[in-house]
């Protein structure tokens, strides 16, 4: 995607361009606010106000006592920590798809909000709608299944790299994070997500997060090991919590409402299917997803609630489920050597769910993946289980 960085309020910026062909770096200097750049526009403006944008290639840590508008692509190059204060809200121009946070390979972000004082990243428009920005995107060094050995690939949005062989990597830590009126679109096939994970480890630290009235996906894994926990996704249009390109991380404490335009709860891929699964050894998407409520329209209304598809594998645990006409729907091909072995993984023991409630499900489990098995050798403990406890640690910093 060719970028254009969107300045049209920027106050008296000073810009500097840069001769590299990565459209994502020609902003090097970012900071537009009257304090730097010596006031004007006839009195009118806030003193106090900083607009970013650009690719920053030292630190930047916020100020709690400016104001920030995100009027373009914010890229922190590596090496450098963007630290955000807790209770900030950060303002993005309403402007789509070319605004939006990106911490690169070997940067870090540093966000840490509380329950009293969560950090908020949401549209400056005074009716604000899905989509109206980007989103926040971390990309680190864990592995990744699109391509082989020690080889990067690169984000859809921002063309960024992303990938490698460091399970362990640290893209820094959100707590407290809520975004929202996130998911422009560059085009049909680019769109931005909430929080998007490109091959980010589980050196990073993500609890406490909200994606809240997003245009496509609340939270996206591609790849990566990173951890997540306390994760709150509501009134997503698309998938509320999606995963790629060989995501192996754990997922504990999950919340999805939808509204009235909405997709899947979970989609759930092994691999690409845009580009493949190149790993070398072969390796799946299979993460660990515990105590998880995922709130439909009803079961005339919505539709699936978890599709697993491209060979995923994955062990869920204590899945609550109301609303749907589907309750995991299964998509893939017979045999284990086919490119989509998704019920290869159920017979292995690798696709699994234990402890499961559903509420208001005309179709517990849709098997459309050419082996056959039972609903009882890929879910037990029906009616057992509980979902998350959203009531109590939801309180205070998520919306609805």
């Not at 709690?64 to 190059?77: E, F, P, Q």
């Not at 950060?90 to 070997?106: C, F, H, R």
Request: glycine residues 14%; charged residues 15%.
């Amino acid at each position: 995607m060719k970028n254009k960085f969107l300045l049209g309020l920027a106050l008296l910026g000073v810009l500097a361009t840069s001769c590299s062909t990565d459209d994502t770096s020609d902003i090097v200097i970012n900071d537009n606010s009257t304090v730097n750049n010596g006031g004007g526009g006839g009195g009118t403006q806030d003193p106090d106000t900083v607009y970013l944008s650009g690719t920053y290639t030292s630190d930047l840590t916020l100020d709690a006592n400016k104001t920030y508008v995100l009027n373009g692509s914010l890229i922190m190059a590596n090496g450098t920590t963007l630290t955000i204060p807790a209770c900030m809200t950060i303002e993005a121009l309403a402007a789509g798809s070319n605004v939006y946070i990106a911490i690169s390979q070997g940067a870090q972000i540093i966000a840490n909000g509380t329950a009293d004082c969560p950090i908020v990243f949401t549209s400056n428009a005074a009716n604000p709608q899905a989509g109206d920005w980007g989103g926040l995107i971390l990309l680190g060094e864990a592995p990744i299944n699109s391509v082989s050995g020690n080889a990067t690939s690169t984000s859809e949005i921002a063309s960024l790299p992303y990938g490698g062989t460091n399970a362990g990597d640290n893209s820094g830590s959100l707590r407290y994070v809520r975004v929202e009126y996130s998911g422009g679109a560059a085009d049909g096939q680019s769109e931005n997500n909430g929080f998007s994970f490109y091959g980010v480890g589980n050196g990073t630290v993500v609890s406490h997060i909200q994606a809240f009235e997003g245009k496509d996906d609340g939270v996206e894994f591609f790849g990566g090991t990173v951890n997540a926990d306390y994760i709150s996704v509501v009134n997503a249009q698309d998938d509320s919590i999606d995963w790629t390109e060989g995501y192996s991380g754990t997922i504990t404490n999950a919340y999805v409402k939808h509204g009235v335009d909405h997709d899947k709860a979970f989609e759930c891929d092994g691999y690409n299917t845009d580009v493949g699964n190149n790993s070398s050894p072969l390796f799946w998407s299979k993460p660990t997803v515990n105590d998880v409520t995922i709130l439909g329209l009803g079961s005339g209304v919505s539709a699936e609630a978890v599709r697993l598809r491209a060979g995923t594998q994955g062990i869920f645990n204590n899945i609550l489920i109301e609303g749907y006409a589907e309750g995991f729907d299964l998509d893939g091909d017979a045999g284990a050597s086919s490119d989509n072995p998704t019920g290869t993984g159920v017979l292995s023991g690798d696709l699994q769910v234990t402890n499961v409630t559903f509420v208001d499900v005309l179709d517990k489990v849709k098997n459309d993946t050419g082996e056959v098995f039972s609903d009882a050798e890929f879910f037990t403990g029906e009616g057992n289980a509980t979902g998350t406890d959203y009531e109590t640690w939801g309180a205070g910093w998520t919306v609805e």
